[in-house]
């Protein structure tokens, strides 16, 4: 986590992200798992 800063919009602050899709090491079925995550609060 960190401190919250505004998200690109300015509707909500952002308190952890992943800057976009990241692909993982993790498998299905032969296809990598890809992984997006914003965590946010709203002022």
Avoid: F, H, R
Wanted: hydrophobic share 35%.
């Amino acid at each position: 986590m960190q401190n919250p800063i505004p998200s690109a919009s300015g509707k909500t602050l952002v308190v952890a992200t992943t800057s976009g899709n990241k692909p993982t090491e993790v498998q299905v079925n032969g296809k990598s798992v890809i992984v997006g995550l914003n965590a946010y609060i709203k002022p």
